[in-house]
């Protein structure tokens, strides 16, 4: 189910930045390895490549640029709304390691 979610999330963001010229320049050249690590479930990995985040896959990476931890539960809250990102973070329900300027660009996946 939480993979289900990740896969909306995908195409959501795909589809806002191919409709916001902002978004689309801001990201323009950046290339990014990011790692979902689910507490109580798989892990999961996608590049984020010129503003458009490539197919979903299975399994950790070995040096992933953004690296996300939480359980099914908070992916699947801030997924529905009932939790925002920067509250998750500031409750400890997810743990982000990355750059700050990694961190800001993460937000607008969510």
Do not use: C, H, W, Y
């Not at 963001?13 to 990014?32: I, S, T």
């Not at 390895?33 to 070995?62: H, Q």
């Not at 699947?76 to 990355?98: C, D, N, W």
């Amino acid at each position: 189910m939480v993979e289900e979610v990740f896969r909306e999330m995908i195409v959501k963001f795909n589809q806002k930045a191919a409709e916001d010229p902002k978004l689309a320049k801001e990201l323009a050249g950046v290339r990014r390895v990011v790692e979902i690590d689910v507490t109580d479930g798989e892990s999961f990995n996608f590049v984020l490549d010129n503003a458009r985040v490539g197919e979903l896959l299975k399994g950790k990476v070995e040096r992933p640029d953004i690296l996300v931890i939480g359980s099914r539960d908070t992916f699947l809250q801030m997924k529905s709304g009932e939790l925002r990102p920067m509250k998750a973070l500031a409750l400890k329900k997810i743990q982000v390691k990355a750059t700050l300027e990694d961190m800001l660009r993460l937000r607008k996946f969510f």
